[in-house]
C-alpha cells in the first residue's frame, strides 16, 4: 500500500496544476507540455523576478562593480539584440518585454536572464572563458530560452507540489522524520531532477536556434560546452545534478546543429 501511494505521488502533486505551452516548438522541436501552479501567474513571477533582479544591481552598483566594463558590455547589448530580433519564432509576446542587460564585474563563470527579459552577465565567464562572439550568443540564448520557457516559473510551481506531495503522502502513511526525509529524497529524485535536467536541455536547443537564426555559428554551442567542462572541477554524475552532463550535453547540440545550419546559413 505505501509503494502504491508513493509512486501516485506525482500524479497527486499535480492536481493543482495546469497544462500550458509557453512556446512554439521551432525548428529544434521543443514542444514538451509544461505544469504550472493554477494559482501563480505570469506576471507574479515576473514581479518577484524583477524585485530580486533590482536588488543584485543596486548591490553591484553599491560595490562598484555594475557595468565597469563600458566595451563588454557594449558587446554584450549588441549581441543581445540581435537575438531578441528572433525571439517571436518561439513565442510572439517576448518582442514586447522590456529586455535589459547588465554586466557585474566578478569571477563567476556565470549569466542569467530573469523572467520578462532582464539580462546580467559576470565578466568572468567571458574573461576567463575567453569567449567569441559565437559562443556569448550561446550562452545568452541559453538564458533567454529559460525566460521564453518561463523555467523559473516552473521550477517554483514544481517546489510547491513537491512539498503538498510530502505533505499529503506524511499524513497519508504516519510517517516519522525519517520516513517523511526518505519521501522527500524519492520526489526529489524522481520528480524534480528529471524536469530540471529536461530545463536545461530544452533551454540548450532553443538558445542554439535562437543564435542561428540571428547569424551566429552553432558550432560555437559545442566549443562553449567543451570550454566549459575544462573549467569545471568535480562534476557531479548527470543523475544527480539539474544539469546534463558536459557529454551528454555535448552530443546533444551535435546532433541537433544540422536542424539549425540552414537558418545560420539564411542569416548570414
Given at each position: 500500500m505505501r509503494i502504491r501511494l508513493l509512486c501516485c505521488l506525482p500524479f497527486m502533486a499535480l492536481a493543482s496544476c495546469e497544462t500550458v505551452n509557453t512556446t512554439q516548438g521551432g525548428a529544434v522541436g521543443v514542444d514538451r507540455s509544461q505544469y504550472m501552479f493554477s494559482a501563480l501567474s505570469s506576471a507574479e513571477v515576473d514581479q518577484m523576478a524583477a524585485e530580486s533582479y533590482n536588488e543584485m544591481l543596486a548591490e553591484a552598483k553599491a560595490a562598484k562593480v555594475l557595468n565597469t566594463d563600458?566595451?563588454?558590455?557594449?558587446?554584450?547589448?549588441?549581441?543581445?539584440?540581435?537575438?531578441?530580433?528572433e525571439v517571436d519564432h518561439f513565442r510572439p509576446d517576448a518582442k514586447s518585454w522590456n529586455w535589459e542587460v547588465n554586466l557585474i564585474k566578478s569571477d563567476q563563470l556565470n549569466a542569467s536572464c530573469m523572467p520578462g527579459g532582464k539580462i546580467i552577465f559576470f565578466t568572468g565567464i567571458v574573461d576567463k572563458l575567453q569567449l567569441t562572439d559565437d559562443?556569448?550568443?550561446?550562452?545568452?540564448?541559453?538564458?533567454?530560452?529559460?525566460?521564453?520557457?518561463?523555467?523559473?516559473?516552473?521550477?517554483?510551481?514544481?517546489?510547491y507540489t513537491t512539498q503538498m506531495g510530502t505533505q499529503v503522502i506524511g499524513s497519508l502513511l504516519g510517517l516519522g522524520d525519517g520516513a517523511r526525509q526518505a519521501a522527500d529524497m524519492a520526489v526529489q529524485y524522481g520528480l524534480t531532477l528529471p524536469n530540471s535536467r529536461s530545463n536545461e536541455t530544452e533551454a540548450d536547443l532553443i538558445g542554439l536556434e535562437l543564435a542561428a537564426r540571428a547569424g551566429y555559428k552553432p558550432e560555437a554551442a559545442v566549443t562553449l560546452w567543451q570550454k566549459m567542462a575544462r573549467a569545471a572541477e568535480g562534476e557531479p554524475p548527470a543523475f544527480l545534478s539539474t544539469h546534463p552532463s558536459s557529454s551528454g550535453r555535448i552530443q546533444n547540440l551535435q546532433n541537433t546543429i544540422p536542424k539549425v545550419q540552414p537558418l545560420y546559413e539564411a542569416a548570414r
Amino acid at each position: 500500500m505505501r509503494i502504491r501511494l508513493l509512486c501516485c505521488l506525482p500524479f497527486m502533486a499535480l492536481a493543482s496544476c495546469e497544462t500550458v505551452n509557453t512556446t512554439q516548438g521551432g525548428a529544434v522541436g521543443v514542444d514538451r507540455s509544461q505544469y504550472m501552479f493554477s494559482a501563480l501567474s505570469s506576471a507574479e513571477v515576473d514581479q518577484m523576478a524583477a524585485e530580486s533582479y533590482n536588488e543584485m544591481l543596486a548591490e553591484a552598483k553599491a560595490a562598484k562593480v555594475l557595468n565597469t566594463d563600458t566595451a563588454m558590455l557594449k558587446r554584450l547589448n549588441r549581441i543581445a539584440d540581435q537575438l531578441v530580433k528572433e525571439v517571436d519564432h518561439f513565442r510572439p509576446d517576448a518582442k514586447s518585454w522590456n529586455w535589459e542587460v547588465n554586466l557585474i564585474k566578478s569571477d563567476q563563470l556565470n549569466a542569467s536572464c530573469m523572467p520578462g527579459g532582464k539580462i546580467i552577465f559576470f565578466t568572468g565567464i567571458v574573461d576567463k572563458l575567453q569567449l567569441t562572439d559565437d559562443e556569448i550568443a550561446q550562452i545568452m540564448g541559453h538564458e533567454i530560452a529559460h525566460a521564453l520557457r518561463e523555467h523559473g516559473r516552473e521550477a517554483i510551481s514544481r517546489a510547491y507540489t513537491t512539498q503538498m506531495g510530502t505533505q499529503v503522502i506524511g499524513s497519508l502513511l504516519g510517517l516519522g522524520d525519517g520516513a517523511r526525509q526518505a519521501a522527500d529524497m524519492a520526489v526529489q529524485y524522481g520528480l524534480t531532477l528529471p524536469n530540471s535536467r529536461s530545463n536545461e536541455t530544452e533551454a540548450d536547443l532553443i538558445g542554439l536556434e535562437l543564435a542561428a537564426r540571428a547569424g551566429y555559428k552553432p558550432e560555437a554551442a559545442v566549443t562553449l560546452w567543451q570550454k566549459m567542462a575544462r573549467a569545471a572541477e568535480g562534476e557531479p554524475p548527470a543523475f544527480l545534478s539539474t544539469h546534463p552532463s558536459s557529454s551528454g550535453r555535448i552530443q546533444n547540440l551535435q546532433n541537433t546543429i544540422p536542424k539549425v545550419q540552414p537558418l545560420y546559413e539564411a542569416a548570414r
